[in-house]
């Protein structure tokens, strides 16, 4: 995974509560995506940043979540009012450019669960 | 369109080789993808080929790229127990940033 990290790697939230999810991306890439991955299932596309831009956010639910890619610091995925529905495993990826050819480096992925 | 299919379970002998399917739809991709997910871990790039290629080989790894059927293989030679993992195909989308991945295919090896 050529250096990804994101923490915590297991979040326990309980309903109404608000989930964090940091992600560190390979140092010098400038490009990071998020996926969610739900049991039983493939990922599916979140949302793709940039240094304070989001570009695609097509796959981010409308309401409770939000991602940022600050200037300095991790990507930050924030889930408000957490529900059952939510319980899943969020991976981040980052890349160096982006487009076809250039590969997505993952992390070993979050994995939220919600009482 | 953004839909990727694969089927779901694969199982093999221990030395036999591997051939793990997948159909996209998305005529204007450019490349195309192999992850590799082991259990409770995150995704682990396998190999990628561009769309103007047919065919591509690294190691026991052999990608088939079918242009025309939007069909994409993966050959595995000599599977081997490590090999057991789920495998997912995908596509880079519109030539952005976002990859449309299939459900994963289980590989399950047998000794």
């Known amino acids: 995974n050529a250096g990804v990290m994101q923490n915590p790697r297991h979040l326990v939230r309980r309903r109404g509560q608000e989930a964090r999810l940091r992600c560190s991306p390979v140092?010098?890439?400038?490009?990071v995506y998020w996926y969610r991955q739900l049991p039983e299932e493939g990922l599916k596309f979140m949302v793709y940043?940039?240094?304070?831009?989001?570009?695609?956010e097509s796959g981010m639910p409308k309401e409770r979540f939000s991602a940022e890619f600050p200037k300095e610091g991790p990507s930050i995925l924030r889930i408000q009012q957490v529900v059952r529905g939510d319980s899943a495993a969020y991976f981040c990826?980052?890349?160096?450019?982006?487009?076809?050819?250039?590969?997505?480096?993952f992390g070993p992925g979050t994995r939220l669960t919600v009482t | 369109g953004e839909d990727v299919e694969q089927s779901l379970f694969l199982s093999v002998r221990e030395g036999d080789s591997s051939v793990i399917n997948c159909t996209y739809t998305?005529?204007?991709?450019?490349?195309l993808y192999w992850y590799k997910q082991e259990p409770g871990a995150g995704l682990q790039l396998l190999t990628y080929?561009?769309?103007?290629?047919d065919m591509k080989q690294d190691q026991r790894l052999t990608v088939l790229l079918n242009k025309k059927d939007k069909h994409l293989s993966l050959r595995i030679a000599d599977t081997q127990t490590g090999d057991s993992a789920i495998y997912f195909c995908?596509?880079?989308?519109?030539?952005?940033?976002?990859?449309?991945f299939g459900q994963g295919t289980e590989l399950s090896v047998k000794p």
């Open positions: 990826a980052s890349s160096g450019l982006s487009g076809g050819g250039y590969e997505q480096y």
């Open positions: 140092k010098g890439h400038s490009h």
């Open positions: 940043l940039q240094k304070e831009n989001i570009i695609d």
């Open positions: 998305d005529s204007s991709s450019t490349y």
């Open positions: 080929i561009f769309s103007n290629m």
């Open positions: 995908a596509e880079i989308y519109n030539q952005g940033g976002k990859l449309i």
